[in-house]
């Protein structure tokens, strides 16, 4: 069946350091794909989204760029800010069907 | 234009009450997701609910969980005879169709003592 796997956390980086949180999926046809972001305390939020091959999501500064070739949606900033910290989550939607898949999660700590 | 509202945002019950959990769509959102999610664990879906029908509930609990979208009113999550294994965050989602991007509540904290 479908599934999103992403790296685990928590990933630790001091303020304005490079940030890349890796996200692969298996899905048949031809889905969708979302980052959320929740912060503690909060429900998710969507980040950003892409929803066909070589497709590039984008939103305050994160970028992640839908590859069909290695079925990846890997979520980048140039320069994470302390306020970044949250737990970020890769997500599939199938266009075809009606189910949105989470990976588990990834936890991110920035330091001042 | 409200969000998805959940409430309670925390709910404590002690074992074998009955937990009911409230979720108001977004405005002209009829389609309605439920999760639960464990400490330190990622989101799993439960059921999916378009007005008045369940879509989806592959990933409710066959026994004391069941879940409602009436025509008016919120959509309920319901669980009976609560056991500690159910203290979780219970989120829920809507969409204008499934095809769109999910908008999230701030969840329900339950809490079984």
């Known amino acids: 069946g479908d599934s999103v796997t992403q790296m685990e956390g928590p990933v630790t980086l001091s303020e304005e350091a490079f940030l890349t949180i890796n996200c692969t999926y298996t899905?048949?046809?031809?889905?969708?794909l979302f980052w959320y972001v929740q912060y503690p305390g909060e429900g998710l939020q969507l980040l950003l989204k892409?929803?066909?091959?070589?497709d590039k999501g984008s939103n305050k500064g994160f970028e992640a760029t839908y590859r069909k070739e290695t079925t990846s949606f890997h979520l980048e900033k140039g320069s994470v800010q302390v306020s970044d910290s949250a737990v970020y989550f890769c997500?599939?939607?199938?266009?075809?069907?009606?189910?949105?898949?989470f990976g588990a999660g990834t936890r991110l700590f920035v330091k001042a | 234009n409200a969000g998805v509202m959940q409430n309670p945002r925390h709910l404590v019950r002690r074992r074998g009450q009955e937990a009911r959990l409230r979720c108001s769509p977004m405005?002209?959102?009829?389609?309605v997701y439920w999760y639960r999610q464990l400490p330190e664990e990622g989101l799993k879906f439960m059921v999916y609910?378009?007005?008045?029908?369940?879509?989806?509930e592959s990933g409710m609990p066959k026994e004391r969980f069941s879940a409602e979208f009436p025509k008016e009113g919120p959509s309920i999550l319901r669980i009976q005879q609560v056991v500690r294994g159910d203290s979780a965050a219970y989120f829920c989602?809507?969409?204008?169709?499934?095809?769109?991007?999910?908008?999230f509540g701030d969840g329900t904290r339950l809490s079984i003592l």
């Open positions: 989602a809507s969409s204008p169709d499934p095809d769109q991007p999910q908008h």
């Open positions: 899905a048949t046809g031809y889905p969708s």
């Open positions: 892409a929803t066909k091959a070589d």
């Open positions: 997500a599939l939607g199938n266009t075809g069907g009606f189910k949105t898949i």
């Open positions: 405005k002209g959102h009829s389609h």
């Open positions: 609910l378009q007005k008045e029908n369940i879509i989806d």
